[in-house]
């Protein structure tokens, strides 16, 4: 059969039987626009909020000026001395009488070669015989230099030696430190060297400036500052000096200081004009850069003790904070609240300290920092009485009023993150400061109890509050770059939590799929809750059961053989099979890149210039770590699975499809006589419980879902058609690039059902469980695996587990179709009118030729390796404009379990209906040409793009006789794919349709519902109603052919920005939906939500369901709401799950018996709540029956 192409693109309108027939069609080139989707390359609310504010602090102490020998490892031996080249070590201080005994001074040098040789003064005996001066190279060989004569320095011995070339500033070195100076790498003969001294090394604040330089040029978006030590000589030391000193005040990285020149410039001319000297007043220096963070409102007060609830303990800031900096020339301190430091109330701070020693004079800190009360304001007694760790540091107890020591660095930093520094500005969460500390140069650092206790104090002790070690420039710029990347990290689940139950018993589990980011490091994970038994609290347990990041991380970084150990599957390019050219899976390894499609080749090979890359990269996808040159995912990093951001994960036991045995007198039998699904099910009831889910990674990843014991991945499969040669910042090479920033990859949703099919696509058929997995923002296309035994899943079963992939390539052999576009949601696999198992999915957006066309590819089809003519069908609307379809509902008319018609809306509003129902393919078809049954507008005429699937239900209140196919049709409005969407204020709207026949309906033929905000007794607005007012609470007057012409109702979403986004669903009646507000304003990253629930005439519930005013119980008082808002500053919903009560405890439900509603929200924060089913005390009809449900 050929592929049908069923086209009304020059096909005329049929005009419909009321006056808004054509109205759609005039919006709809308006609102179509004429520019595809700028489709993100990140989550698109994880960047919403203000930029932080950060103030870089580097030590430039006299400590400073040691020079450091860069990569030198005092653990490893760099040459075995022969006595008789080792030079004689000193004996007492250069410069000293030289008849005390032979000394040296030791030079570096370099000739015009760049040959590194050093200078050995030495007496020449008596009194007044002088010195004389030799050169030497360095070497270990008795039979000369190349150059000059050999020598090298015994092990263990002291040397005296000024290290680099023009510069005379001696200091002691030990032999070993000094044979790996001079030795090159191999240690076998002298270096050469490419200036004065040797690569990577120099005086500690030579490195801190290199290392500080490439910090600040690898800074984007960021606001930034420098301070340092003021320096001043000590005993001079007042509250205005002696602590910090701002050199360029916190802006804009990017901002034009001056004409011409901008921060970065600023900032990096002052890292280079830094010098060392003085002490290392650490506690008085943060405390001055607090006070600067707050300078404007010196006179306001902080709040002390943030988690006391009632904030009681206060203080005037500047009696808190009772030191200043000093301010370069040139540089304005704050002074009003047009140029503070601090401008939203959910603005995060930070302090990044670089310092090479403790501090050894802490300066000037407020008694209410070191423990005295100084102006007896209420019991706050000081922080170093709420840290009570002095002792921990080995130091004697000390008097409480001395306000200079070392002790209270840890108070000051403890202070900066307790203390709400603007309770003026806050919201829900204190403004305070988060200190990170950097340890340059000196090992003992890491042991520094005082260095420890300050950096846990600092960030709250959360785990981040470590001394970040860095002995020498690599690594001072990895130490710069973590802290950097926690500064810049975020985390949240945009996923759906998943069950693996339909209720609750003692082996029930909930998955939740979240990602986490930090700089260029973007993790995901999958963590399972068990089921709490004790009948207290949550159900869920709040803390994971397992890891599947930790797993998998632990497995290819401390297991033997790593990422060898795991099984990665893909897809091969095209071979010959007996003529013709198919394609099979193959495990994803090096040795089998040679088979990988041309495409994959490409990308993975990167350049092309480099024969090893191919290789190496497929090993970087699969796990491996190529340090310094590829992207480190986990030293340092977050782990190595990929972030999951639109993937909810999918749970796959025993099987569910609940299709009825084979019958011969059955018009489409399922099965055969041989293979009765009851079959099936009983030999797989027990079947393993796996956990399936994309990430951008590259990867759908299959995870052991056992709660108690699972958790390990099982496979990964890598969709070929990820693949684009066309960059290297494109395609899965990208991912080893060291200044990633995020792509997508395989970003959608997941479909599991069971099938029956020849997986080889002979005719060899039997009951198969099968995964359908869409690509979403990662690309367009879709790739179908065989998942029906667990147990079998390795690389070497690729072949049977992998059965296609179709994408939107027109390419030769066909891979796919042009019209395929990113599909967003999840695919729907369903037996078709002519006996055939199909995968039904919307072309969704993006797609090249940029109309609405819905897709039916037939499973066992593409199982045979390629893709035929008649392997597929498409229904094109003719709805074109940069359209694409969105997700489909399937429905089934009589109960036969065979699909007879699917609705689906477009990009530009309009809802389609597709008559499935005939047994031959050819005659599939739109409902009604190419006019849709209905098209959405606002109440200012702009189209309403519909991106999620809508539900279906019978219409129970009319005749099916004379109003086939009799249905309603609720969905809602609105998008949130493209940046550009969080910002948009049309409204949008939630609907029912009724379907009878006929098309071309707009809102006109519709009723009205309206919600309003709803109070409790203490005027506290907790939830909305619908508004009771005629006519918003009339009956829909169902279109008849007397009076009435109402085909259903609609509800104008009041908040500005909300939309539907998320499929409804179907709970005993009651019609589930969540509407999001997402937005980009300061302190409202993400934005929020509503939970919403009515009946299927837009009405609310017969009878309460919900605990809407939180009292415990569901009683009268929970009556007539309809919606409640989300939780949350980042409260915006990402789809929900319902499970039945089982063997729960404790339900709130009259009944005894309940479901229990979880969903998860952008923070990644999982809610609860109960819900009750409508009662049967409840007046008027209930009987609303999903059709096709899942």
Same mark, same amino acid.
């Given at each position: 059969?050929?592929?049908?192409n069923?086209?009304?693109k020059?096909?005329?309108?049929q005009r419909?039987?009321?006056?808004?027939?054509?109205?759609g069609?005039s919006v @709809?080139?308006?609102?179509?626009?004429?520019?595809a989707?700028e489709?993100p390359?990140q989550?698109i609310?994880?960047?919403?909020?203000?930029?932080?504010?950060?103030?870089?602090?580097?030590?430039?102490?006299?400590?400073?000026?040691?020079?450091e020998?860069?990569y030198?490892?005092?653990?490893?031996?760099y040459?075995?001395?022969p006595?008789s080249?080792?030079l004689?070590t000193?004996?007492?201080?250069p410069g000293?009488d030289?008849?005390?005994?032979?000394?040296?001074d030791?030079?570096a040098?370099?000739?015009s070669d760049?040959?590194?040789?050093?200078?050995y003064?030495k007496?020449? *005996?008596?009194?007044?015989?002088g010195?004389?001066?030799?050169?030497?190279?360095?070497?270990?060989s008795?039979?000369?230099?190349?150059?000059y004569?050999?020598?090298c320095?015994?092990s263990?011995?002291?040397?005296d030696l000024?290290?680099?070339?023009? !510069?005379? /500033?001696?200091q002691?070195?030990?032999?070993?430190?000094?044979n790996y100076?001079?030795?090159?790498?191999?240690?076998?003969?002298p270096?050469?060297?490419?200036?004065?001294?040797?690569?990577g090394?120099?005086?500690?604040?030579?490195?801190? %400036?290199?290392a500080?330089?490439?910090?600040?040029n690898?800074?984007?978006?960021?606001?930034i500052? @420098?301070?340092?030590?003021?320096?001043?000589?000590?005993?001079?030391?007042?509250p205005?000096?002696?602590?910090?000193?701002i050199?360029?005040?916190?802006?804009?990285?990017?901002?034009?200081v001056k004409?011409?020149?901008?921060q +970065?410039?600023?900032?990096?001319?002052?890292?280079y004009?830094?010098?060392?000297e003085?002490?290392?007043?650490i506690?008085?220096?943060?405390?001055?850069?607090t006070?600067y963070?707050v300078? *404007?409102?010196?006179?306001?007060?902080?709040? #002390?003790?943030?988690?006391?609830?009632?904030?009681?303990?206060?203080?005037?800031?500047?009696?808190?904070?009772?030191t200043?900096?000093?301010?370069?020339?040139?540089?304005?301190k704050?002074?009003?609240?047009? $140029?503070?430091?601090?401008?939203?109330?959910c603005?995060?701070?930070? !302090?990044?300290?670089l310092?090479?020693?403790?501090? /050894?004079?802490?300066?000037?800190v407020?008694?209410?920092l070191?423990g005295r009360?100084g102006s007896?304001?209420?019991?706050?007694t000081?922080?170093?009485k %709420?840290d009570s760790?002095?002792?921990?540091?080995g130091?004697?107890?000390?008097n409480?009023?001395i306000?200079?020591d070392?002790g209270s660095?840890?108070d000051?930093?403890?202070?900066?993150?307790?203390i $709400?520094?603007?309770?003026?500005?806050?919201?829900?969460e204190?403004?305070?400061?988060?200190?990170?500390f950097v &340890?340059?140069?000196?090992?003992?650092?890491q042991?520094?109890?005082?260095l420890?206790?300050?950096?846990s104090?600092?960030v709250g002790?959360?785990?981040?509050?470590?001394? =970040?070690?860095?002995?020498?420039?690599?690594?001072?710029?990895?130490?710069?770059?973590?802290?950097?990347?926690?500064?810049?990290?975020d985390?949240?689940? +945009?996923?759906t939590v998943?069950?693996?139950a339909g209720s609750?018993?003692?082996?029930?589990?909930?998955?939740?799929?979240t990602?986490d980011?930090?700089?260029?490091?973007?993790?995901?994970?999958v963590?399972?809750?068990?089921?709490?038994?004790s009948?207290?609290?949550s159900?869920?347990s709040?803390t994971a059961?397992?890891?599947?990041?930790?797993?998998?991380?632990?497995?290819?970084?401390?297991?033997?053989?790593?990422?060898?150990?795991r099984?990665?599957i893909t897809l091969?390019g095209?071979?010959?099979?007996?003529?013709?050219s198919?394609?099979k899976g193959?495990?994803?390894?090096?040795?089998?890149a040679?088979?990988f499609?041309a495409?994959?080749?490409?990308?993975?090979d990167?350049d092309?210039s480099n024969?090893?890359?191919?290789?190496?990269?497929?090993n970087?996808?699969?796990?491996?770590?190529f340090?310094g040159?590829?992207?480190?995912?986990?030293d340092?990093?977050?782990?190595? #699975?990929?972030?999951?951001?639109?993937?909810?994960p999918a749970?796959?036991?025993?099987?569910?499809?609940d299709?009825?045995?084979?019958?011969?007198?059955?018009a489409?039998?399922?099965?055969d006589?041989?293979?009765?699904?009851s079959?099936?099910? %009983?030999?797989?009831?027990n079947?393993?419980?796996v956990?399936?889910?994309?990430a951008?990674?590259?990867?759908?990843?299959?995870f052991?879902?056992?709660?108690?014991? *699972? *958790?390990k991945?099982?496979?990964?499969y890598?969709p070929s058609?990820?693949?684009?040669?066309?960059?290297?910042?494109e395609?899965?090479?990208?991912?080893t690039?060291q200044?990633?920033?995020h792509?997508?990859?395989v970003?959608?949703?997941i479909?599991?059902s069971?099938?029956?099919?020849?997986?080889?696509?002979?005719?060899?058929k039997?009951?198969?469980?099968?995964?359908?997995?869409?690509?979403?923002?990662?690309?367009?296309?879709?790739?179908a695996?065989?998942v029906?035994?667990p147990?079998?899943?390795s690389?070497?079963?690729?072949?049977?587990?992998?059965?296609?992939?179709f $994408?939107?390539?027109?390419?030769?052999?066909a891979t796919g179709?042009?019209?395929?576009?990113?599909?967003?949601?999840?695919?729907k696999?369903?037996?078709? /009118?002519?006996?055939?198992?199909?995968?039904?999915?919307?072309?969704?957006?993006?797609?090249?030729?940029g109309?609405?066309?819905?897709?039916?590819?037939?499973?066992?089809?593409?199982?045979?390796?390629?893709?035929?003519v008649?392997?597929?069908? %498409?229904?094109?609307?003719?709805s074109?404009?940069n359209n694409g379809?969105?997700?489909?509902?399937?429905?089934d008319?009589?109960? $036969?379990?065979?699909?007879d018609?699917? =609705?689906?809306?477009?990009?530009?509003?309009?809802l389609?209906?597709?008559?499935?129902?005939s047994t031959d393919?050819?005659?599939?078809?739109?409902a009604h040409g190419?006019?849709?049954?209905?098209?959405a507008? /606002?109440?200012? &005429?702009?189209?309403q793009a519909?991106?999620s699937?809508?539900?279906v239900?019978k219409n129970?209140?009319?005749?099916?006789?004379?109003n086939?196919?009799n249905v309603?049709?609720l969905?809602?409005?609105?998008?949130?794919?493209e940046?550009a969407?969080?910002?948009?204020a049309?409204?949008?709207t939630?609907? &029912?349709i009724?379907d009878?026949?006929?098309?071309?309906?707009?809102?006109?033929?519709l009723?009205?519902?309206?919600?309003?905000?709803?109070s409790?007794?203490?005027?506290?607005?907790?939830?909305?109603?619908i508004?009771d007012q005629?006519p918003?609470?009339?009956?829909?007057?169902w279109?008849?052919?007397a009076?009435?012409?109402?085909y259903?109702?609609?509800?104008? @979403?009041?908040?500005?920005g909300?939309?539907?986004?998320?499929?409804?669903s179907?709970?005993?009646g009651t019609?589930f939906f969540?509407?999001?507000?997402?937005?980009?304003?300061?302190?409202s990253?993400?934005?929020?939500?509503y939970l919403?629930?009515?009946?299927a005439?837009?009405t609310?519930?017969?009878?309460?369901?919900y605990?809407?005013?939180?009292?415990?119980?569901?009683d009268?008082d929970?009556?007539?709401?309809?919606s409640q808002?989300?939780?949350?500053?980042?409260?915006?919903?990402?789809g929900?799950?319902?499970?039945g009560s089982?063997?729960?405890?404790?339900?709130p439900?009259s009944s005894g018996? &309940?479901?229990?509603q979880?969903?998860?929200t952008?923070?990644?924060a999982?809610? =609860?709540?109960?819900v009750?089913p409508?009662s049967?005390?409840?007046?008027?009809r209930?009987?609303?029956?999903e059709?096709?449900?899942e």
């Amino acid at each position: 059969m050929a592929r049908i192409n069923t086209s009304y693109k020059n096909q005329p309108q049929q005009r419909a039987n009321f006056k808004f027939a054509a109205l759609g069609f005039s919006v @709809l080139t308006a609102a179509g626009g004429s520019n595809a989707l700028e489709l993100p390359d990140q989550p698109i609310l994880s960047s919403a909020g203000t930029e932080p504010n950060i103030m870089l602090f580097m030590d430039n102490s006299g400590s400073m000026a040691t020079f450091e020998l860069g990569y030198y490892d005092a653990s490893y031996s760099y040459a075995d001395c022969p006595a008789s080249l080792a030079l004689e070590t000193s004996r007492f201080t250069p410069g000293r009488d030289p008849d005390n005994g032979v000394y040296q001074d030791i030079v570096a040098r370099v000739d015009s070669d760049g040959l590194a040789y050093f200078t050995y003064t030495k007496s020449i *005996g008596g009194r007044n015989g002088g010195t004389e001066t030799y050169d030497f190279q360095w070497g270990t060989s008795t039979t000369g230099g190349e150059r000059y004569p050999v020598a090298c320095f015994a092990s263990g011995a002291s040397y005296d030696l000024s290290p680099v070339v023009g !510069v005379t /500033n001696y200091q002691t070195f030990d032999g070993n430190q000094l044979n790996y100076y001079f030795s090159n790498a191999t240690q076998t003969g002298p270096d050469y060297w490419a200036g004065d001294r040797k690569a990577g090394s120099g005086t500690r604040m030579d490195i801190t %400036k290199m290392a500080g330089e490439t910090l600040i040029n690898s800074l984007t978006n960021k606001r930034i500052g @420098l301070a340092a030590f003021e320096q001043v000589p000590v005993g001079q030391e007042t509250p205005e000096n002696g602590g910090a000193k701002i050199l360029v005040g916190i802006d804009d990285i990017d901002t034009e200081v001056k004409t011409g020149y901008t921060q +970065r410039e600023a900032i990096i001319d002052q890292i280079y004009s830094m010098m060392a000297e003085g002490f290392t007043p650490i506690g008085e220096s943060l405390s001055d850069i607090t006070r600067y963070y707050v300078t *404007g409102h010196d006179n306001e007060r902080v709040t #002390l003790y943030n988690n006391d609830a009632s904030r009681t303990n206060t203080a005037l800031t500047k009696q808190v904070f009772d030191t200043k900096p000093a301010y370069a020339t040139g540089v304005a301190k704050p002074g009003s609240d047009d $140029d503070s430091i601090i401008t939203e109330s959910c603005q995060k701070n930070y !302090v990044i300290a670089l310092t090479d020693g403790e501090p /050894n004079e802490t300066g000037l800190v407020s008694s209410y920092l070191t423990g005295r009360n100084g102006s007896g304001n209420g019991p706050f007694t000081g922080y170093d009485k %709420k840290d009570s760790n002095y002792a921990e540091y080995g130091y004697t107890a000390r008097n409480n009023l001395i306000r200079r020591d070392v002790g209270s660095l840890d108070d000051v930093t403890m202070a900066m993150y307790d203390i $709400d520094l603007r309770p003026d500005l806050s919201g829900n969460e204190p403004i305070n400061i988060s200190t990170f500390f950097v &340890g340059g140069f000196d090992t003992s650092l890491q042991d520094s109890k005082v260095l420890a206790r300050a950096a846990s104090n600092g960030v709250g002790g959360a785990p981040e509050g470590i001394v =970040y070690p860095a002995l020498n420039q690599e690594e001072l710029e990895e130490a710069f770059r973590t802290i950097f990347a926690l500064v810049d990290s975020d985390s949240g689940s +945009r996923s759906t939590v998943s069950f693996n139950a339909g209720s609750i018993d003692s082996s029930t589990a909930l998955y939740q799929a979240t990602y986490d980011f930090a700089g260029t490091q973007w993790v995901g994970d999958v963590e399972a809750f068990a089921y709490n038994k004790s009948g207290t609290g949550s159900l869920f347990s709040t803390t994971a059961a397992w890891s599947a990041n930790d797993k998998l991380t632990a497995r290819v970084k401390d297991v033997l053989p790593g990422a060898d150990d795991r099984d990665i599957i893909t897809l091969s390019g095209f071979s010959d099979s007996n003529g013709t050219s198919v394609r099979k899976g193959i495990a994803f390894t090096a040795d089998n890149a040679s088979s990988f499609s041309a495409e994959l080749q490409g990308d993975l090979d990167g350049d092309g210039s480099n024969s090893d890359t191919l290789g190496k990269v497929v090993n970087y996808v699969r796990g491996a770590e190529f340090p310094g040159e590829y992207r480190n995912r986990v030293d340092g990093g977050l782990g190595i #699975l990929g972030d999951i951001i639109n993937s909810s994960p999918a749970e796959i036991g025993a099987p569910e499809s609940d299709y009825p045995d084979y019958s011969a007198k059955a018009a489409l039998p399922f099965g055969d006589a041989n293979s009765s699904y009851s079959a099936f099910y %009983k030999s797989n009831e027990n079947r393993a419980s796996v956990v399936y889910v994309g990430a951008n990674d590259g990867m759908l990843h299959a995870f052991d879902g056992d709660v108690s014991t *699972g *958790g390990k991945e099982l496979f990964a499969y890598v969709p070929s058609m990820l693949a684009d040669s066309s960059s290297e910042i494109e395609g899965l090479f990208y991912l080893t690039d060291q200044n990633y920033q995020h792509r997508f990859y395989v970003d959608g949703a997941i479909g599991v059902s069971d099938v029956f099919i020849d997986p080889a696509g002979g005719t060899n058929k039997s009951w198969r469980t099968v995964l359908m997995g869409a690509l979403g923002l990662g690309g367009k296309g879709l790739y179908a695996l065989d998942v029906t035994d667990p147990s079998s899943f390795s690389e070497s079963s690729a072949e049977d587990i992998v059965l296609w992939e179709f $994408d939107g390539r027109d390419s030769s052999p066909a891979t796919g179709d042009p019209d395929m576009g990113h599909i967003f949601s999840e695919p729907k696999i369903t037996m078709m /009118n002519d006996g055939r198992f199909a995968v039904v999915v919307g072309n969704g957006a993006n797609s090249t030729n940029g109309s609405a066309v819905l897709f039916i590819i037939f499973i066992e089809a593409g199982a045979d390796g390629s893709w035929d003519v008649d392997d597929w069908i %498409k229904i094109d609307t003719g709805s074109t404009g940069n359209n694409g379809l969105s997700a489909p509902a399937l429905v089934d008319f009589d109960g $036969d379990r065979v699909v007879d018609r699917i =609705y689906a809306g477009d990009l530009n509003g309009q809802l389609w209906g597709f008559d499935v129902s005939s047994t031959d393919s050819s005659e599939w078809k739109a409902a009604h040409g190419s006019t849709p049954l209905f098209t959405a507008t /606002n109440s200012s &005429g702009v189209a309403q793009a519909i991106t999620s699937a809508p539900l279906v239900v019978k219409n129970e209140q009319t005749a099916y006789a004379g109003n086939e196919p009799n249905v309603l049709v609720l969905f809602g409005t609105g998008q949130l794919i493209e940046e550009a969407d969080i910002g948009s204020a049309e409204e949008q709207t939630f609907y &029912g349709i009724w379907d009878r026949g006929v098309g071309g309906l707009d809102r006109s033929a519709l009723l009205q519902r309206k919600l309003v905000n709803a109070s409790n007794a203490n005027g506290v607005v907790i939830g909305r109603k619908i508004d009771d007012q005629s006519p918003y609470s009339d009956p829909i007057a169902w279109f008849d052919d007397a009076n009435q012409d109402q085909y259903g109702w609609y509800m104008p @979403l009041p908040d500005t920005g909300e939309r539907v986004t998320i499929q409804p669903s179907l709970l005993l009646g009651t019609i589930f939906f969540f509407s999001s507000v997402p937005q980009e304003s300061t302190c409202s990253a993400g934005g929020y939500g509503y939970l919403n629930f009515i009946s299927a005439q837009g009405t609310a519930t017969r009878t309460p369901i919900y605990d809407f005013n939180n009292d415990g119980v569901i009683d009268a008082d929970d009556s007539d709401f309809v919606s409640q808002k989300t939780p949350g500053r980042k409260g915006l919903p990402a789809g929900s799950k319902f499970i039945g009560s089982g063997e729960a405890q404790n339900v709130p439900c009259s009944s005894g018996s &309940g479901f229990y509603q979880a969903y998860s929200t952008i923070d990644g924060a999982i809610h =609860y709540r109960w819900v009750c089913p409508e009662s049967s005390t409840g007046t008027g009809r209930m009987a609303w029956q999903e059709l096709f449900g899942e």
